[in-house]
């Protein structure tokens, strides 16, 4: 009795029997294939075979003898295609008898091949001698026959075991599959069945496969995909051992692998949805192509074959599909990790928008990628470049006045940044007004509602155009029609890391039983599944906190009062930027750097650091600190130093470009090249980075929420040689770090919509306190919309605010003004995404954004002040804890809506005696307990600074030898001076031996006190 077939060539089969309605087992030359009704030799006779009709998915089998291994080309179907297509051409080129002149052809063919790529050939055909032949045709435009006919007659086959070595060896493949007898890829199959997994596939093409063969050459086959029954895997350049295969895989659990499939295996969408005839043509059209980048230094040019991402192509399929069905008008929200790609998710989306037709016209006139990245700009361009049948154009608007320019000259794909966008609508002329918009959204934030959406409304919408005769009731409608978003327009906002604002405004909203709506994204490719599938590192795999440890003492004889709260910060901020701390820091990341990435290889010997610093000022030390350091070190390797502006430090102005050495637009190019290794950043290169070379970061800064996970996230970049990342934390505690990533580990989720009633509630509250009067808040407005002069507006705001000063006490103040903070802040937010409106919420919101910016704070007394002056650094230690991998909670976040809360009272200060507060700061973070204080001091001040210096070794050094190598044989002679304490000085010993800031601490001050240069004669 026959039992199921388990092996590879069962699973061959499967396949080629999903793809054409056979097995296609292999057969000799001139044998008949009986393939879904393509019955005829195929070495033989092919040249008048119908294209269809083809069984499965619209394949045919191929013959492995069919296929000549010296052009990389599958004879009979590409004869058989040209005798369908282009019969005048097949005799004029001996195609049907092995001949010169066929030669000839074949050679062309391959020269053109290995110049241009697969893709390209395909997509343009070839010129020989007189001729053009075309040998591809694409997806036929709806109503043209003829296109239709010829697209039917392109032959999709399906090779098993392809022979396709030149030598004697006749190495063959599991499987090729070919468009009219050009190889488009190649398949590796496995089974764990047979105890073998899509590893041993992706190993074979590592170590089997020799890219010198003609068909895995780079650009030959478009990609080479490596499967087994539960995974696939693929690579679109193969080089040997140092292939990169990306996983090809549809998620599970918001992870890696694929779901169970109770229809087939879990891989089987691969040839039943993706290569497809339609689905394959799809890719090649709109998705694949060969990028090429030059050098900047070398001028050498560099191609990169791209074929998508499984996340990537499901989402702009999916994204399409929705606007196809539901037209214009919706809001959609993409939450893709960072280094997922999503530049080129926007930029096959944004060139596929603008042929999307809808009711026989196109959906959108135009569409605009809103930005901060000019590489998008570039790879905008570089996509619609490689697709003849799209006739846009891309256009830049950097300056006011560009986009309505762009919209006139027929400019399809318009890019502009955030910053620049709502001034840059305000010049559209109002002929657009009403046309149709795409609006595509990098990294959306909550920037895209308020302001900005209002901004969007007026220029593009038509409730933004002026008629005459307005009342102030048409003004107030009109600025409240402006806060909408556009009813012409759809948005599809892309990001990693959404803000609960965000959700609310671009996500599905989802009706739960208890009358509450939850917000999702419309699509998620979650952080934890680029991580599982090494699209990108796990940031946190390899996290390390630093403990700081000070002591600070008084250096006044009296013992004034201070504000502990303010002094403990004031306190912290000054210990943590004495130079002495910096310098010791900068020590511990060049020493770290130099030890424990640089001598480890990591990515291959090319490891890049970032140091993150909170303030401009603590750059420029650190930046210094690790420059003085690397020279006394003798090191090759240098710092770049990142900031905006000019600063004064030491007494000059400076810069980027005169620390640096060079203009601020070539940092992200030189910190690739030799000898720059750290990047000190200030509030620069922390969002949008993509540099795949950082390794290891060194954080002294306070971060939190977003900016944490975005500021770790520069470090996640895969590169085929980096295989961890490392996070040296000075500021930060694991915890908060945790809590940071846990929101954006998988998909999130806005947990309540924002209750549009608490607005109610703040306006009560707010009129409560008869700062203003009804008429006052009308006559604002109505003055202000209709472009009254600023004299009209001062008188109004003058009166509230003497009402604030005079009859509100400092609580009632802020109060009042936290109050009309948030109602501003909550009715920008909401007036863009509700239904309804509320003309009197929108003249008090006039009102309070101009009020606000008068009223003034309650006047605090700093009762701090003075405290630095009274204290002195006596001690600074940092001691390093053990590395530890952040575990995230494996399940979906929610966040809370936006807060609709504000107000509250001047808090009071909790004053204390400067000795309370230095002790309670050197208790809280840490001293050494010791059992004979006076011994100790004496043993490290006296007896070991001895024994050290009448070390031969160091003393040698020290009289012949630099500084640098001066330190090294003191390092030495201390380590052999405490080995001999281990007996009478237990603990100092322990200390010395296990605690590594401790040990660091006592290196400095013993080298300090024993070391002098040498005198010159």
Same mark, same amino acid.
């Given at each position: 009795?026959?039992?199921?077939?388990?092996?590879?060539?069962?699973?061959?089969?499967?396949?080629?029997?999903?793809?054409?309605?056979?097995?296609?087992?292999?057969?000799?030359?001139?044998?008949?294939?009986?393939?879904?009704?393509?019955?005829?030799?195929?070495?033989?006779?092919?040249?008048?075979?119908?294209?269809?009709?083809?069984?499965?998915?619209?394949?045919?089998?191929?013959?492995?003898?069919?296929?000549? &291994?010296?052009?990389? !080309?599958?004879?009979?179907?590409?004869?058989?295609?040209?005798?369908?297509?282009?019969?005048?051409?097949?005799?004029?080129?001996?195609?049907?008898?092995?001949?010169?002149?066929?030669?000839?052809?074949?050679?062309?063919?391959?020269?053109?091949?290995?110049? /241009?790529?697969?893709?390209?050939?395909? $997509?343009?055909?070839?010129?020989?001698?007189?001729?053009?032949?075309?040998?591809?045709?694409?997806?036929?435009?709806?109503?043209?026959?003829?296109?239709?006919?010829?697209?039917?007659?392109?032959?999709?086959?399906?090779?098993?075991?392809?022979?396709?070595?030149?030598?004697?060896?006749?190495?063959?493949?599991?499987?090729?599959?070919?468009?009219?007898? %050009?190889?488009?890829?190649?398949?590796?199959?496995?089974?764990?069945?047979?105890?073998?997994?899509?590893?041993?596939?992706?190993?074979?093409?590592?170590?089997? /496969?020799?890219?010198?063969?003609?068909?895995?050459?780079?650009? $030959?086959?478009?990609?080479?995909?490596?499967?087994?029954?539960?995974?696939?895997?693929?690579?679109?350049?193969?080089?040997?051992?140092?292939?990169?295969?990306?996983?090809?895989? *549809?998620?599970?659990?918001?992870?890696?692998?694929?779901?169970?499939?109770?229809?087939?295996?879990?891989?089987?969408?691969?040839?039943?949805?993706?290569?497809?005839?339609?689905?394959?043509?799809?890719?090649?059209?709109?998705?694949?192509?060969? =990028?090429?980048?030059?050098?900047?230094?070398?001028?050498?040019?560099?191609?990169?074959?791209?074929?998508?991402?499984?996340?990537?192509?499901?989402?702009?399929?999916?994204?399409?599909?929705?606007?196809?069905?539901?037209?214009?008008?919706? /809001?959609?929200?993409?939450?893709?990790?960072?280094?997922?790609?999503?530049?080129?998710?926007?930029?096959?989306?944004?060139?596929?928008?603008?042929?999307? *037709?809808?009711?026989?016209?196109?959906?959108?006139?135009?569409?605009?990628?809103?930005?901060?990245?000019?590489?998008?700009?570039?790879?905008?361009?570089?996509?619609?470049?490689?697709?003849?049948?799209?006739?846009?154009?891309?256009?830049?608007? #950097?300056?006011?006045?560009?986009?309505?320019?762009?919209?006139?000259?027929?400019?399809?794909?318009?890019?502009?940044?955030?910053?620049?966008?709502? @001034? =840059?609508?305000?010049?559209?002329?109002?002929?657009?007004?009403?046309?149709?918009?795409?609006?595509?959204?990098?990294?959306?934030?909550?920037?895209?509602?308020?302001?900005?959406?209002?901004?969007?409304?007026?220029?593009?919408?038509?409730?933004?155009?002026?008629?005459?005769?307005?009342?102030? #009731?048409?003004?107030?409608?009109?600025?409240?029609?402006?806060?909408?978003?556009?009813?012409?327009?759809?948005?599809?906002?892309?990001?990693?890391?959404?803000?609960?604002?965000?959700?609310?405004?671009?996500?599905?909203?989802?009706?739960?039983?208890?009358?509450?709506?939850?917000? *999702?994204?419309?699509?998620?490719?979650?952080?934890?599944?680029?991580?599982? #599938?090494?699209?990108?590192?796990?940031?946190? $795999?390899?996290?390390?906190?630093?403990?700081?440890?000070?002591?600070?003492?008084?250096?006044?004889?009296?013992?004034?009062?201070?504000?502990?709260?303010?002094?403990?910060?004031?306190?912290?901020?000054?210990?943590?930027?004495?130079?002495?701390?910096?310098?010791?820091?900068?020590?511990?990341?060049?020493?770290?750097?130099?030890?424990?990435?640089?001598?480890?290889?990591?990515?291959?010997?090319?490891?890049?650091?970032?140091?993150?610093?909170?303030?401009?000022?603590?750059?420029?030390? @650190?930046?210094?600190? =690790?420059?003085?350091?690397?020279?006394?070190?003798?090191?090759?390797?240098?710092?770049?130093?990142?900031?905006?502006?000019? &600063?004064?430090?030491?007494?000059?102005?400076?810069?980027?470009?005169?620390?640096?050495?060079?203009?601020?637009?070539?940092?992200?190019?030189?910190?690739?090249?030799?000898?720059?290794?750290?990047?000190?950043?200030?509030?620069?290169?922390?969002?949008?980075?993509?540099?795949?070379?950082?390794?290891?970061?060194?954080?002294?800064?306070?971060?939190?929420?977003?900016?944490?996970?975005?500021?770790?996230?520069? %470090?996640? /970049?895969?590169?085929?040689?980096?295989?961890?990342?490392?996070?040296?934390?000075?500021?930060?505690?694991?915890?908060?770090?945790?809590?940071?990533?846990?929101?954006?580990?998988?998909? +999130?989720?806005?947990?309540?919509? +924002?209750?549009?009633?608490?607005?109610?509630?703040?306006?009560?509250?707010?009129?409560?306190?008869?700062?203003?009067?009804?008429?006052?808040?009308?006559?604002?407005?109505?003055?202000?919309?209709?472009?009254?002069?600023?004299?009209?507006?001062?008188?109004?705001?003058?009166?509230?605010?003497?009402?604030?000063?005079?009859?509100?006490?400092?609580?009632?103040?802020?109060?009042?003004?936290?109050?009309?903070?948030?109602?501003?802040?909550?009715?920008?937010?909401?007036?863009?995404?509700?239904?309804?409106?509320?003309?009197?919420?929108?003249?008090?919101?006039?009102?309070?954004?101009?009020?606000?910016? $008068?009223?003034?704070?309650?006047?605090?007394?700093?009762?701090?002040?003075?405290?630095?002056?009274?204290?002195?650094?006596?001690?600074? &230690?940092?001691?390093?804890?053990?590395?530890?991998? =952040?575990?995230?909670?494996?399940?979906?976040?929610?966040?809370?809506?936006?807060?609709?809360?504000?107000?509250?009272?001047?808090?009071?200060?909790?004053?204390?005696?400067?000795?309370?507060?230095?002790?309670?700061?050197?208790?809280?973070?840490?001293?050494?307990?010791?059992?004979?204080?006076?011994?100790?001091?004496?043993?490290?001040?006296?007896?070991?600074?001895?024994?050290?210096?009448?070390?031969?070794?160091?003393?040698?050094?020290?009289?012949?030898?630099?500084?640098?190598?001066?330190?090294?044989?003191?390092?030495?002679?201390?380590? &052999?001076?405490?080995?001999?304490? !281990?007996?009478? #000085? +237990?603990?100092?010993?322990?200390?010395?031996?296990?605690?590594?800031?401790?040990?660091?601490?006592?290196?400095?001050?013993?080298?300090?006190?024993?070391?002098?240069?040498?005198?010159?004669?």
């Amino acid at each position: 009795m026959p039992t199921t077939d388990t092996s590879e060539a069962g699973l061959e089969r499967l396949i080629c029997t999903a793809l054409t309605g056979a097995p296609c087992e292999p057969s000799e030359p001139g044998e008949v294939l009986e393939a879904a009704g393509v019955g005829a030799p195929m070495s033989a006779d092919l040249r008048g075979a119908p294209a269809a009709p083809y069984g499965g998915s619209g394949w045919i089998c191929g013959n492995p003898a069919d296929y000549d &291994r010296e052009f990389c !080309v599958d004879l009979a179907q590409l004869r058989a295609f040209l005798h369908v297509t282009q019969p005048d051409v097949v005799g004029s080129l001996s195609l049907d008898i092995d001949s010169p002149t066929r030669q000839k052809f074949l050679a062309r063919l391959q020269g053109e091949i290995t110049r /241009r790529g697969t893709i390209e050939v395909l $997509r343009h055909g070839i010129k020989h001698g007189p001729h053009h032949l075309d040998l591809f045709y694409g997806t036929p435009s709806p109503g043209n026959q003829k296109a239709r006919e010829r697209y039917g007659a392109n032959r999709f086959s399906v090779t098993r075991q392809l022979r396709y070595s030149r030598d004697e060896t006749q190495l063959a493949l599991d499987v090729g599959l070919m468009i009219n007898g %050009l190889p488009v890829a190649t398949f590796e199959l496995k089974n764990s069945l047979t105890k073998q997994t899509v590893a041993d596939a992706v190993q074979q093409y590592k170590r089997d /496969r020799d890219p010198r063969e003609s068909l895995f050459r780079f650009a $030959r086959a478009v990609a080479h995909f490596a499967v087994d029954e539960h995974e696939v895997r693929y690579c679109t350049h193969l080089k040997g051992k140092a292939s990169w295969f990306l996983p090809f895989n *549809r998620g599970w659990n918001d992870g890696a692998g694929n779901p169970p499939n109770e229809l087939g295996l879990k891989t089987d969408y691969l040839w039943r949805s993706i290569l497809t005839r339609d689905g394959l043509t799809e890719i090649l059209e709109r998705y694949a192509q060969v =990028i090429e980048t030059r050098d900047k230094k070398t001028r050498k040019k560099r191609a990169v074959q791209i074929w998508p991402r499984y996340h990537q192509l499901d989402v702009v399929r999916q994204l399409l599909a929705n606007v196809e069905q539901r037209g214009v008008g919706h /809001r959609y929200l993409v939450q893709h990790s960072a280094g997922s790609g999503k530049s080129n998710s926007i930029a096959w989306l944004s060139h596929q928008l603008i042929g999307l *037709r809808r009711d026989e016209r196109e959906i959108f006139d135009s569409v605009i990628v809103v930005t901060d990245r000019r590489i998008l700009d570039r790879q905008i361009r570089d996509t619609i470049k490689q697709y003849a049948q799209v006739g846009a154009t891309v256009g830049h608007a #950097e300056h006011s006045g560009d986009l309505r320019k762009l919209i006139e000259s027929g400019k399809k794909i318009i890019i502009s940044t955030v910053q620049k966008f709502p @001034y =840059i609508l305000g010049e559209i002329g109002g002929e657009h007004r009403g046309r149709r918009f795409g609006i595509v959204i990098d990294e959306a934030h909550s920037s895209q509602g308020g302001r900005t959406s209002a901004a969007m409304s007026k220029a593009l919408s038509t409730a933004g155009a002026e008629v005459e005769d307005e009342s102030p #009731e048409d003004r107030i409608n009109r600025a409240m029609e402006a806060h909408k978003m556009l009813p012409n327009a759809s948005y599809f906002a892309f990001t990693a890391t959404p803000k609960n604002k965000t959700l609310e405004i671009f996500g599905e909203g989802e009706p739960r039983a208890d009358g509450t709506v939850k917000h *999702r994204p419309f699509h998620s490719y979650t952080m934890k599944q680029a991580i599982e #599938e090494g699209f990108i590192l796990d940031v946190l $795999r390899h996290y390390t906190p630093v403990n700081s440890y000070y002591k600070l003492v008084k250096k006044v004889e009296s013992d004034p009062e201070f504000d502990t709260k303010r002094a403990k910060k004031k306190l912290r901020r000054y210990v943590e930027s004495h130079d002495h701390a910096i310098r010791l820091k900068a020590e511990i990341m060049v020493d770290h750097f130099h030890e424990q990435v640089l001598a480890l290889n990591k990515i291959g010997g090319e490891a890049r650091a970032m140091v993150v610093t909170g303030s401009v000022q603590r750059a420029i030390q @650190y930046y210094h600190a =690790i420059e003085d350091y690397l020279g006394e070190r003798k090191s090759p390797y240098r710092a770049i130093v990142a900031f905006s502006g000019e &600063r004064e430090y030491g007494g000059a102005k400076v810069t980027e470009a005169s620390l640096n050495g060079f203009p601020s637009s070539k940092i992200a190019d030189e910190i690739q090249e030799h000898p720059y290794r750290f990047l000190v950043c200030a509030d620069k290169f922390q969002t949008g980075y993509d540099e795949p070379l950082l390794h290891t970061m060194y954080v002294d800064k306070v971060l939190s929420g977003i900016k944490a996970v975005q500021t770790l996230s520069r %470090l996640n /970049r895969a590169h085929p040689k980096k295989h961890d990342v490392f996070v040296l934390d000075f500021m930060n505690d694991a915890d908060t770090i945790e809590k940071a990533f846990a929101d954006y580990y998988r998909t +999130t989720i806005l947990s309540e919509e +924002t209750d549009p009633d608490k607005l109610h509630d703040l306006k009560a509250d707010l009129d409560g306190y008869q700062i203003y009067t009804p008429e006052q808040v009308a006559t604002l407005a109505d003055r202000y919309l209709s472009g009254g002069d600023r004299d009209t507006l001062d008188p109004i705001l003058d009166a509230c605010v003497a009402i604030y000063q005079q009859q509100l006490d400092e609580d009632g103040q802020v109060d009042f003004k936290g109050k009309a903070k948030a109602f501003t802040r909550t009715y920008g937010f909401l007036a863009s995404i509700l239904p309804y409106t509320n003309a009197d919420w929108e003249r008090l919101s006039i009102l309070l954004n101009f009020l606000i910016l $008068r009223l003034p704070a309650p006047v605090e007394e700093d009762l701090s002040k003075g405290i630095l002056e009274a204290i002195d650094m006596d001690s600074y &230690r940092v001691e390093k804890q053990a590395a530890m991998k =952040i575990q995230l909670p494996d399940a979906d976040a929610e966040i809370e809506p936006v807060p609709t809360t504000g107000g509250g009272h001047k808090p009071e200060p909790e004053l204390d005696r400067l000795s309370n507060i230095l002790k309670t700061f050197n208790d809280q973070f840490g001293n050494v307990s010791w059992a004979d204080t006076d011994r100790v001091h004496r043993l490290i001040t006296e007896e070991i600074p001895e024994r050290v210096s009448a070390d031969p070794a160091y003393q040698n050094a020290k009289q012949n030898s630099d500084k640098q190598n001066a330190r090294i044989e003191h390092e030495k002679a201390l380590v &052999r001076v405490i080995t001999g304490l !281990v007996n009478d #000085e +237990t603990q100092l010993f322990k200390l010395f031996s296990d605690n590594e800031g401790f040990r660091r601490w006592l290196t400095d001050t013993v080298f300090a006190l024993t070391y002098s240069a040498p005198s010159e004669a």
